[in-house]
Nanobody, 124 residues
Framework: QVQLVESGGGLVQAGGSLRLSCAASGRTFSSYAMGWFRQAPGKERDFVAVISWSGGTTYYADSVKGRFTISRDNAKNTVYLQMNSLKPEDTAVYYC?????????????????WGQGTQVTVSS
């Protein structure tokens, strides 16, 4: 069992930056791929970014490519999402998720554990 707790959300002006963190419990964190998803009001939950267990492979949604960076520190059981050049359309609840498989997945049903989410609001 893995428990995930996100932090770092908040209110920021367009063009600003935020760094989200996701702290994981459990000894097997380093073997899981980790993803970030987001859900805006009235919309479905969308894939944002994913990182392999080793950190050697990352993949991003087109909407955030070049602006967001996913990283992880397995010694700290933490995954990060650095968000730069934020836009109002990035406003959403951001969730981190853990995938027990060794594959890079972009669909939410392929993930096994989820955090409670953290709100990111970007004002124009």
């Amino acid at each position: 069992q893995v428990q995930l707790v996100e932090s770092g959300g908040g209110l920021v002006q367009a063009g600003g930056s935020l760094r989200l963190s996701c702290a994981a419990s459990g000894r097997t964190f380093s073997s899981y791929a980790m993803g970030w998803f987001r859900q805006a009001p009235g919309k479905e939950r969308d894939f944002v970014a994913v990182i392999s267990w080793s950190g050697g492979t990352t993949y991003y949604a087109d909407s955030v490519k070049g602006r967001f960076t996913i990283s992880r520190d397995n010694a700290k059981n933490t995954v990060y999402l650095q968000m730069n050049s934020l836009k109002p359309e990035d406003t959403a609840v951001y969730y981190c998720a853990a995938d027990r498989s060794s594959y890079i997945h972009t669909l939410d049903y392929e993930y096994d554990y989820w955090g409670q989410g953290t709100q990111v609001t970007v004002s124009s």
